[in-house]
């Protein structure tokens, strides 16, 4: 499973996928942002930065990097993601944190047919039987159904982007470890998690058709009306937990890195607005953040 998927599982959640699922000068309010999902950030002990909004995981037909985006990346020194893509350890350390603590297991989080479903369903996209990951986290199987709502061939702008910095020889840096984001799946209740998952299981419909509306959303950079949804499908604990505790964590974190280098920082669409997202954050810490428009 690629890091990249872990993101996504959260996207689903925070905006009705995953997650990768995923802006401008406020007007009433800290969440009425100018509808665009790259942003550049000043300041006075900064080099010039820019801030980007992605989904998680998109199929190929969906996907574009725009110029004005392919242009900031240009004009950075260094990427910074959620979590290092790179890393040739991750894979081990996400099978290392996938089980629940406590002893908990799916069979019992769900009802009997929904665990049927669910061991059908996997089977039919890779393979593996619901009672090998019988242990697992919720969110962490979450991931394994992703593709089940992508018409077509998968891709990832953080893959992407990565794969960019790379032929620039540009360094990669993340606001959190593996470690840390699968840390995430033991702070929001098993039984939180095990609702989403029956949802993706038993309305499996009405989930794609979800998956689509963001995606329409996302690709017309309509930040507002992403984060109405994603505030529709957001439940209990799960907003603090997934974006607003993150979002307070990465900024001291932006303010450090972007001392020394010209950042592109690409996270979750979803980060980016609301009272508590990162475009209010930073001007918060006394930054300059306008929206880069076409």
């Known amino acids: 499973m690629n890091t990249f998927y872990l993101s996504t599982v959260a996207v689903m959640r925070r905006l009705a996928v995953?997650?990768?699922?995923?802006v401008g000068i406020l007007t009433a309010s800290a969440q009425d942002l100018e509808n665009s999902l790259l942003w550049k950030v000043e300041g006075e002990e900064i080099k010039t930065?820019?801030?980007?909004?992605?989904?998680h995981l998109v199929s190929q037909s969906d996907f574009e990097l725009k110029p004005r985006v392919i242009d900031a990346l240009q004009a950075s020194e260094?990427?910074?993601l959620e979590i290092d893509m790179s890393d040739p350890a991750a894979q081990g350390k996400i099978m290392q944190k996938a089980p629940m603590k406590g002893g908990a297991t799916l069979d019992k989080l769900l009802d009997q047919e929904t665990f049927g479903k669910l061991d059908k369903m996997l089977q039919e996209s890779i393979g593996a039987s619901a009672g090998f990951m019988n242990g697992w986290k919720p969110f962490v199987v979450s991931t394994f159904l992703i593709g089940r709502l992508i018409d077509g061939s998968p891709a990832s702008f953080e893959a992407s982007l990565a794969q960019a910095a790379k032929r620039r020889e540009m360094p990669v840096m993340a606001f959190e470890t593996v470690e840390q984001q699968m840390a995430l799946f033991d702070e929001v209740p098993y039984e939180t998690q095990a609702v989403s998952l029956a949802e993706m299981v038993n309305d499996e419909a009405r989930m794609k058709k979800l998956f689509?509306?963001?995606v329409k959303l996302y690709r017309a950079e309509k930040v507002?009306?992403?984060y109405a949804l994603l505030e529709e499908q957001m439940q209990e604990g799960e907003e603090d937990v997934l974006i607003t505790d993150r979002n307070e964590k990465w900024v001291p974190l932006f303010g450090k890195m972007a001392e020394d280098s010209r950042l592109f920082v690409a996270v979750g669409a979803g980060h980016l607005p609301g009272d508590r997202g990162l475009v209010n954050l930073l001007r918060e810490a006394g930054y300059k953040v306008t929206a880069v428009e076409e």
Do not use: R
């Not at 995953?18 to 995923?22: C, D, E, H, R, Y």
């Not at 930065?49 to 989904?55: D, H, Q, V």
């Open 18 to 22: 995953t997650a990768v699922f995923a």
């Open 49 to 55: 930065s820019y801030l980007f909004g992605t989904i």
């Open 78 to 80: 260094t990427l910074v």
């Open 212 to 214: 689509a509306e963001m």
């Open 224 to 226: 507002n009306d992403l």
